[in-house]
């Protein structure tokens, strides 16, 4: 069994490298470049706007109004889609980028991030445009759909009609296996580890075996059922938690960080001027090895921040493509927003805190002996809150132990109706109910995992999904700006023209009559 788990890391690992680094990183950044331009810039020129309709616009009551079966409020569909991407991402992911890349690692995080936000814009807006009703009269969208409809019906073009019909399958798959790793097995581990390490260190538990005890079982069976409790519940009861966890998590969180920063403050340019300096490499020396060195900085910044944001993934559409808006480019902008919570505000937080933990030296960029990423974060915030007293300290390990259970118990709330909306596609909706039955059974398996293997997979089908769905944002390019083009023709100009809002002859007629009926 053991070689047979070596075998199995030794060929993830040659796929992993080929998919991120020959081909994903170059068609993440390349698809968020491309659709900043295309769209002129929208994230900046129109920057106003979209702060407007999402920030501001949770304060208004349309936001969180839902109409008909099957949909969720724009606002649950954001939560939604950040809980699945607020996870163990934001924090040891963002330890590890930077315990592998270096500080510099975070600059092409925010890079990656700021095209990201056009990929995430413009996913969303497909989803939006290509979605459907399916038999039980709830609304499916995703990549699944606008590669399969969208490349499908390009005019007098039959080989994208074939491509997108495979590309759609093949995403629907990976999703569906990712879904097992990324949103559920990886996450539940980490939670069980963390929980170990603040509440049952002293705890003399019997051993099952390796380094696993009944303490992580019993984590795992809790979790089981409180997870079961929610997701056979579908969709709806899945958004109805995430409105109330994720504000909650996520401004928590912040303010924990800001406690952080504010002990650390006299370290704050140092710790700005680590993340540009090592930007363009770990240390200044000649030839090859400067390129091997840049190359880690900007895989692991770009890497970690897509696993934390998912922007490329095609993941949150799935849930976006739920919400009650009529309006594409409407839902485009919390794609947007998405990206800026997760990355510019959380994960930027646990690059503060990691950077003024004193495990990174930020005048040369190494890494201390003896330091692991996965509970980088909370020992700092130990350190930190250590400060103001007995007792403190164990606090400020147990506030991280509940950040993580939070986070990451919300992304494999969201991740169970993102390969749920998979098994849909590639089964029918009866495969979709078996789906999420299997999905809560397997969230025991993740507390009793001693290997990072199924970790390091999920890693992959990350990678493997991303692929066919950036194709298709690429391919579909030309329905974006138009789509776009029309909303701010209307919208921001004031032009009376006839608004894109489905692909979908009657869902167009019935959606533009209830948008002139000021319904939206």
Not at 381 to 403: D, S, T
Request: overall charge positive; aromatic content about 10%.
């Amino acid at each position: 069994m053991e070689n047979f788990l070596t075998k199995l890391t030794e060929i993830n690992d040659v796929i992993n490298s080929f998919v991120w680094v020959k081909i994903g990183l170059v068609l993440l950044l390349g698809t968020g470049i491309l659709m900043t331009v295309m769209t002129k810039f929208f994230q900046i020129s129109h920057l106003g706007h979209w702060w407007k309709k999402t920030i501001v616009g949770v304060f208004q009551k349309d936001t969180h109004n839902k109409t008909g079966k099957g949909s969720v409020s724009q606002f649950q569909a954001l939560c939604t889609a950040l809980a699945a991407t607020i996870g163990t991402g934001n924090i040891a992911g963002v330890s590890a980028a930077i315990v592998i890349g270096g500080p510099g690692a975070v600059f092409w995080m925010w890079v990656a991030a700021f095209f990201g936000m056009m990929t995430n814009f413009s996913e969303n807006v497909l989803g939006i445009y290509y979605r459907r009703k399916n038999k039980a009269g709830e609304w499916s969208g995703g990549p699944m759909y606008y590669l399969k409809d969208g490349l499908g019906k390009i005019k007098n073009n039959g080989f994208c009609k074939g491509a997108g019909s495979v590309l759609a399958v093949l995403f629907s798959i990976f999703a569906l296996l990712a879904s097992f790793g990324i949103g559920n097995m990886g996450q539940v581990n980490k939670i069980t580890l963390n929980l170990q390490s603040a509440f049952f260190k002293n705890v003399n538990a019997p051993v099952l075996y390796g380094e696993v005890t009944v303490v992580s079982l019993v984590i795992g069976i809790v979790l089981m059922i409180l997870a079961g409790l929610i997701i056979i519940g579908g969709l709806e009861r899945i958004a109805a938690v995430a409105e109330r966890i994720v504000p909650f998590m996520a401004i928590a969180y912040v303010v924990g960080a800001l406690i952080v920063l504010i002990a650390n403050i006299s370290q704050i340019g140092a710790i700005f001027g680590a993340i540009f300096k090592f930007a363009f490499g770990i240390k200044a020396v000649e030839g090859a090895v400067v390129g091997v060195a840049i190359k880690e900085v900007i895989t692991q910044g770009c890497k970690r921040g897509v696993f934390s944001n998912e922007a490329g993934l095609g993941s949150s559409v799935m849930v976006h493509s739920n919400s009650n808006v009529k309006e594409p480019v409407k839902q485009g902008m919390w794609g947007i927003f998405e990206v800026f919570a997760d990355t510019f505000v959380v994960c930027t937080m646990t690059a503060i805190v990691v950077l003024s933990s004193g495990c990174i030296d930020l005048a040369t960029g190494a890494v201390a002996e003896g330091v692991n990423d996965a509970t980088l974060v909370q020992q700092t915030f130990g350190q930190v809150f250590g400060r103001l007293g007995a007792g403190f300290g164990r606090f400020g390990e147990m506030f991280i132990a509940v950040a993580i259970l939070l986070f990451a118990f919300t992304t494999v709330l969201g991740w169970s109706h993102y390969g749920g909306k998979a098994a849909e596609y590639l089964f029918g909706i009866g495969g979709a109910k078996v789906y999420r039955i299997i999905f809560v059974l397997m969230i025991i398996s993740g507390s009793l995992m001693t290997s990072s293997l199924a970790w390091d997979i999920s890693d992959t089908f990350n990678a493997l999904m991303m692929i066919p769905n950036l194709i298709g944002v690429v391919v579909l390019s030309p329905v974006v700006v138009k789509i776009v083009g029309n909303y701010v023709d209307r919208k921001i100009k004031g032009k009376d023209v006839d608004p894109m809002l489905s692909y979908d002859p009657s869902i167009q007629a019935e959606f533009a009559k209830a948008v002139r009926e000021g319904e939206e």
